[in-house]
């Protein structure tokens, strides 16, 4: 994530300089003409700290930047886990914001074989994105807005979220649910090949499949329905597939003990 925000910030008006502890990473940004600078150099008299770190070591990172940043200072994570599990420095004086991709949409429309292939999106691939200024005065979300089009470019649409909002967002809605679904048609397919069905067949059908089934739960076309015997076998597999308590993942509770081991620091 940290060589892809380097390569959009190439080109911006931002001034940059780039921390890295391992000489894999400083070798990968000489391969870009970019050279990596001590932390307390990097820290001095910056207005933004971009954190493009692991979740379960933003807590050790902030504890030693802590004391170089200077008031007013923007901590910028891409990521809300570290910053609802108070893994953020306890300073008034700082202001915290957080983005995160949507990632390319299967629905974005792109045509460029370089940007199909772009499945992360911020390389060639428009995207959308969403961010959400955790704390701090009202005006520094256009500024933060302003540094995460960037970091995420080409941008189509950003949209402004809460901080729950984004905990709802990311892990709920993409890696509890859609992350666990996706996995469980993975696993569909590869018993399907073992049934004997030809895997490029398999493979096809689902995908093609996955596109109008899109289209259909999100109501994208006109006459967006599945069949009657369609509705019925959902309806009987949702019984087999899911427990009938599944949505208590919405719940606060149970988000906030998902950020607790998302963030929680390696032995």
């Not at 256009?142 to 995420?152: L, M, T």
């Not at 599944?246 to 607790?260: G, L």
Request: net charge negative; with cysteine.
């Amino acid at each position: 994530m940290g060589l892809r925000i380097a390569a959009n910030f190439e080109g911006t008006d931002y001034q940059v300089r780039y921390v890295e502890i391992s000489e894999r990473g400083r070798a990968s940004l000489r391969q870009r003409g970019l050279t990596a600078v001590p932390m307390e150099e990097a820290l001095e008299g910056a207005e933004a700290v971009v954190l493009a770190v692991p979740d379960n070591r933003i807590g050790a990172v902030t504890k030693q930047i802590e004391p170089l940043l200077q008031p007013g200072a923007m901590l910028m994570a891409l990521d809300i886990a570290a910053a609802m599990a108070g893994a953020l420095p306890k300073r008034e004086d700082l202001t915290y914001f957080v983005t995160h991709p949507c990632h390319p949409s299967v629905f974005g429309g792109e045509t460029e074989p370089r940007a199909q292939q772009d499945f992360f999106g911020g390389t060639y691939a428009a995207q959308n994105i969403v961010c959400a200024l955790v704390q701090g005065p009202e005006e520094a979300y256009a500024e933060g807005e302003a540094i995460a089009r960037a970091i995420y470019a080409p941008v189509l649409h950003s949209h402004r979220c809460t901080a729950e909002h984004m905990a709802i967002l990311e892990p709920v809605l993409s890696e509890t649910v859609l992350g666990t679904c996706l996995t469980i048609v993975g696993e569909a397919v590869d018993e399907a090949v073992k049934l004997g069905v030809p895997e490029a067949a398999a493979r096809d059908f689902v995908l093609g499949h996955l596109k109008v089934e899109l289209g259909i739960v999100f109501r994208l076309f006109e006459g967006a329905t599945f069949s009657d015997g369609a509705l019925k076998a959902i309806d009987e597999a949702k019984r087999v597939l899911f427990q009938p308590d599944w949505k208590r993942v919405f719940q606060r509770e149970e988000w906030m003990a998902s950020i607790r081991n998302i963030t929680a620091e390696p032995e």
